[in-house]
């Protein structure tokens, strides 16, 4: 059984920094694409960053690809959000997910066929 397990996440305040963690089992995702999305309350689900398993990253934009830091660590099965300078614009859950996809980075989430279980990350002012 694939499982994607979250961690990390709570509640900051501007300014302040948070890393959330997405480890899987059941199976290796060395070559595939993975991505973190969020969904602000009352909003849609939308993609924050993604990356292969070269390490390429993609990011939504550009204030994502300024304040955060998608990593992976393939021989842990891990990948990782290193957010900066939050803001309260930020609050929302955070998803990790997994693609079928290894050459490109989708952006639409229904090209992502294993999701973590989400995270609250909620910034106050």
């Known amino acids: 059984q694939v499982q994607l397990a979250q961690s990390g996440g709570g509640v900051v305040q501007a300014g302040d920094s948070l890393r959330l963690s997405c480890a899987a089992s059941?199976?290796?995702?060395?070559?595939?694409?993975m991505a973190w999305f969020r969904q602000p309350p009352g909003k849609e689900r939308e993609f924050v960053a993604g990356?292969?398993?070269?390490?390429?990253?993609?990011y939504n934009t550009d204030s994502m690809k300024e304040r955060f830091t998608i990593s992976r660590d393939n021989t842990k099965n891990t990948v990782y959000l290193h957010m900066n300078s939050l803001k309260p614009e930020d609050t929302a859950d955070y998803y990790c997910?997994?693609?079928?996809?290894?050459?490109?980075?989708?952006?639409?989430?229904?090209?992502?066929?294993?999701w973590g279980q989400g995270t609250q990350v909620t910034v106050s002012s």
């Open positions: 997910a997994a693609s079928r996809a290894t050459l490109r980075t989708p952006v639409n989430l229904n090209e992502y066929d294993y």
């Open positions: 059941g199976r290796t995702f060395g070559r595939n694409v």
């Open positions: 990356i292969r398993w070269s390490g390429a990253s993609t």
